[in-house]
């Protein structure tokens, strides 16, 4: 089954403790982004990937890393987490430039940083 | 830089309507627009993808169309079902490897 797995679902974790959010993705697409949902704001994009050791800033990327080792996983860091990283996040996938190809969701992870 | 409204917010009506969720963008530079499906507690799913040069896209029940110069999308729902119940969210795609997401419609549709 074609589909984008994130881990853990949910995370309650205190400020200032690494934590990292994995994603895979099994349809061999080379575009993968990372976003952030809250209430009244929407989806922000915080980091995307065109391809393997490709990556860019979205409108959020403060407090974030990410990296793109092999084309399947597309790992978000949060190195030092704060409080206001407390959020939604979701992890996507395309064939190509999102727009062009329809986009394919996880589930996505909800994290609160105490 | 482009900015996503969408109305109305939430919705909530009986089984059988026929219903007009609506998208405005405000950089009608665009070179396509998706709708998404999101249920509670899960990711989105995408529904229509409509092409600058297209005017409508169809899927079932679902009618999405595309009026770049006003910069406007409509999404028909026809005979809503209680199923079809979810949050729908809009996202025009511009000069950028990004889309930009409307903050959604939450729609309710009760037997």
């Known amino acids: 089954e074609a589909q984008v797995t994130q881990n853990p679902r949910y995370l309650i974790t205190v400020t200032g403790k690494k934590l990292t959010v994995t994603c895979s993705q099994n349809?061999?697409?080379?575009?993968m982004s990372w976003y952030r949902q809250d209430p009244g704001l929407g989806l922000r994009q915080i980091y995307y990937?065109?391809?393997?050791?490709?990556?860019d800033k979205g409108d959020v990327p403060e407090g974030y890393k990410v990296s793109r080792k092999e084309k399947r996983n597309f790992p978000l860091i949060l190195e030092s987490p704060s409080p206001n990283q407390t959020s939604l996040y979701f992890c996507a996938s395309s064939l190509s430039t999102p727009g062009w190809q329809p986009q394919h969701f996880g589930d996505g992870t909800r994290l609160s940083i105490l | 830089k482009q900015e996503v409204t969408q109305i109305p917010a939430a919705l909530s009506v009986p089984e059988g309507e026929n219903l007009v969720l609506n998208c405005s963008f405000t950089?009608?530079?665009?070179?396509?627009l998706q709708w998404f499906r999101q249920d509670p507690g899960k990711g989105l799913t995408s529904l229509l993808l409509i092409q600058s040069s297209q005017r409508e896209q169809t899927s079932g029940r679902l009618n999405a169309s595309l009026d770049k110069s006003s910069g406007r999308s409509t999404l028909y729902i026809a005979a809503s079902q209680p199923g079809d119940s979810a949050t729908y969210l809009c996202?025009?795609?511009?000069?950028?490897?990004?889309?930009?997401f409307g903050t959604g419609t939450r729609l309710q549709v009760f037997p």
């Open positions: 990937s065109m391809n393997v050791e490709v990556t």
């Open positions: 996202a025009p795609h511009g000069d950028t490897d990004k889309l930009i």
């Open positions: 349809m061999n697409h080379e575009y």
């Open positions: 950089d009608s530079a665009i070179y396509n």
